[in-house]
């Protein structure tokens, strides 16, 4: 069964702090881990990753993936109020019947106090 | 304009009464999804169809059921047998081969049992 960790589970920051958020993964055939986030209805799309130690960056948020050790993390430097919010990682199966299912972990609540 | 609707965007429920969500997409994707999220959480999947007329079980698929008749419907029937039913249900469909984007999601449905 597939499976993704997320660490840690909630995190309360001031504006300005750098945060990293952590995903863990085991699944049996992988295809792509992906970073979303989530504010109070549909989850957004921020990162796609499938090759080990290339970093995607968009403004303040970048991503990398290790293939090897089988995680990824999430930076968001100079945070802002704005970046409050739920931030999922997902693992897209690339295999059989399953191909193209995500796997979401719990998620990460990130609070930026003002 | 191109996306997913789900309908309602909020539902009440008595105990031991059956609900159907709707959710329709004009992408001309292949794959639709149903996940469930509970609050502060990540998200299950319940059900998910990669063709018309066919679907397969997701994590948690005890007390739903779905139908896959149109490329663009993929309703969700929440059943009786569901015992905790109250959570927010999002929809997704990805379109064939290699998606840079994951899936994509609709607004969800937050459903309540009185």
């Known amino acids: 069964e597939d499976k993704v960790v997320q660490s840690p589970l909630s995190l309360v920051v001031h504006e300005g702090d750098t945060v990293t958020l952590n995903c863990s993964y085991e699944?049996?055939?992988?295809?792509?881990l992906l970073w979303y986030k989530q504010e109070k209805k549909a989850p957004t799309f921020l990162f796609m990753l499938?090759?080990?130690?290339i970093e995607k960056k968009s403004g303040r948020l970048s991503s990398i993936l290790d293939k090897k050790e089988l995680f990824s993390i999430l930076n968001i430097t100079a945070t802002q109020t704005g970046d409050s919010a739920i931030y999922l990682c997902?693992?897209?199966?690339?295999?059989?019947?399953?191909?193209?299912?995500?796997?979401f972990g719990q998620g990460t609540i990130l609070t930026v106090h003002p | 304009d191109g996306g997913i609707t789900q309908s309602p965007k909020y539902l009440f429920r008595k105990e031991g009464q059956n609900v159907t969500l709707s959710c329709e997409q004009n992408?001309?994707?292949?794959?639709m999804y149903w996940y469930r999220q509970d609050p502060g959480q990540g998200l299950r999947l319940i059900y998910y169809?990669?063709?018309?007329?066919?679907?397969q079980k997701g994590d948690i698929a005890e007390g739903y059921s779905v139908s896959r008749e149109k490329k663009e419907s993929f309703p969700l029937t929440v059943t009786s047998a569901q015992k905790n039913p109250t959570a927010f249900y999002l929809c997704?469909?990805?379109?064939?081969?290699?998606?840079?984007?994951?899936?994509?999601f609709g607004p969800g449905t937050r459903l309540t049992v009185l």
């Open positions: 997902a693992v897209r199966n690339a295999g059989g019947t399953s191909y193209g299912k995500l796997t």
């Open positions: 699944v049996t055939n992988f295809r792509s």
């Open positions: 997704a469909s990805t379109p064939p081969g290699t998606s840079g984007r994951g899936q994509f």
């Open positions: 499938t090759s080990s130690g």
């Open positions: 169809s990669q063709i018309v007329n066919d679907f």
């Open positions: 992408l001309n994707h292949d794959a």
